[in-house]
Nanobody, 126 residues
Framework: QVQLVESGGGLVQAGDSLRLSCAAS????????VGWFRQAPGKEREFVAA????????YTADSMKGRFTISRDNVKNTVYLQMNSLTPEDTAVYYC???????????????????WGQGTQVTVSS
């Protein structure tokens, strides 16, 4: 199991952009599909985006399509989340999580992930 560490969060103004990173330590990163989720106070954790182990297929939540883009660099053992045109509704703690290869479930389902980072705070002011 790899260790995941998110970074890149912070306080920004509406309309700004942020690029979050999910850095993995340990061997075998290229075997794992990775997802981004977010959780705001008082709300359930929700799906943001996911990417397959190869990076050939990505998924993005409907409400974030056109603004958020997930990508990965398996040489650097890092998954990224590019967030553009941020609004206060994007304020949340953002988590990355991994799923080992071999599962047949949907990457949009939170239960598919068994390894989580500590999260990084994103705050968007109006």
């Amino acid at each position: 199991q790899v260790q995941l560490v998110e970074s890149g969060g912070g306080l920004v103004q509406a309309g700004d952009s942020l690029r979050l990173s999910c850095a993995a330590s340990g061997r075998g990163f290229s075997m794992y599909a990775v997802g981004w989720f977010r959780q705001a106070p008082g709300k359930e954790r929700e799906f943001v985006a996911a990417i397959t182990s190869s990076g050939l297929t990505t998924y993005t939540a409907d409400s974030m399509k056109g603004r958020f883009t997930i990508s990965r660099d398996n040489v650097k053992n890092t998954v990224y989340l590019q967030m553009n045109s941020l609004t206060p509704e994007d304020t949340a703690v953002y988590y990355c999580a991994s799923r080992r290869g071999g599962s047949r479930g949907s990457l949009l389902t939170i239960a598919e992930y068994d390894n989580w980072g500590q999260g990084t705070q994103v705050t968007v002011s109006s």
